[in-house]
């Protein structure tokens, strides 16, 4: 497994960097397949990397969209993934609808869970691939998590299950790290003091306990 970590004065500096390697990975994974498979993390730090994709000549037509987690909430509602992501850029790009992996919140979590599971093992199997995902996107927390992997919670000594859901304040769904294990590449966008000090001071939380067979992560210190 590789793992890299860059950090940026700026954040544009850092997004420019993130939508060029997502860009060449897709390339790459097109080359060798025909399509890209991309996960999206929640959150408000990717949308600006969202954003530029648009500027981009990507190809929206060969890639396949899905999530780290979700928010047991309405796709409406502005705390889904879903639908920021839908909103940010996927809705401006005429993304073809069977490319866009949801997960299902009008199910209960656990439903949705066992469904979004069996949508990746369907893709997987149907397209023939070697890995689930070729690039998965993630964020992290001030405490360390990841997608919806928190610190003590069962979810992370899953070792089968692709996804699970999640209890907490607004229930979730999360992919698990077997999961995000098979993948070609992890890249991890953090902003902010407390995120850089906590990935430099060695201790061992849920975002370090990811494995790819290579992770990057992009980090600034701008945002507080």
């Given amino acids: 497994m590789q793992k890299r970590v860059d950090y940026f004065p700026v954040e ?7 939508a060029e390697l997502i860009c060449k990975s897709a390339e790459k994974a097109i080359s060798y397949s025909g399509s890209f498979a991309l996960v999206l993390a929640g959150g408000e730090t990717p949308l600006p990397l969202y954003r530029k994709l648009l500027d981009l000549q990507f190809p929206w037509n060969k890639t396949d969209f899905f999530w780290s987690d979700e928010r047991c909430v309405d796709k409406l509602d502005n705390r889904s993934n879903y639908g920021n992501a839908m909103n940010a850029f996927l809705r401006q790009a005429s993304v073809a609808l069977e490319n866009i992996h949801r997960i299902k919140t009008e199910l209960s979590p656990e439903e949705a869970a066992i469904s979004y599971a069996e949508e990746l093992n369907k893709f997987k199997i149907n397209n023939r691939r070697k890995k689930l995902f070729d ?3 993630l964020g992290m927390g001030e405490d360390g998590h990841t997608a919806s992997l ?7 000594h899953e070792k089968e299950k692709l996804v699970l859901a999640v209890q907490a304040e607004v229930p979730r769904v999360t992919l698990t790290y077997p999961a995000i294990a098979d993948s070609e590449m992890v890249l991890f966008l953090l902003k902010g003091k407390k995120k850089k000090e906590l990935l430099s ?6 975002a370090t306990m990811v494995k790819s067979k290579k992770i990057i992560w992009f980090a600034t210190t701008i945002k507080t």
């Fill in 150 to 156: 928190f610190p003590g919670s069962e979810a992370l």
């Fill in 201 to 206: 001071s060695g201790k061992e939380f849920p």
């Fill in 135 to 137: 690039l998965v996107l």
């Fill in 12 to 18: 544009e500096e850092m997004y420019a960097a993130a």
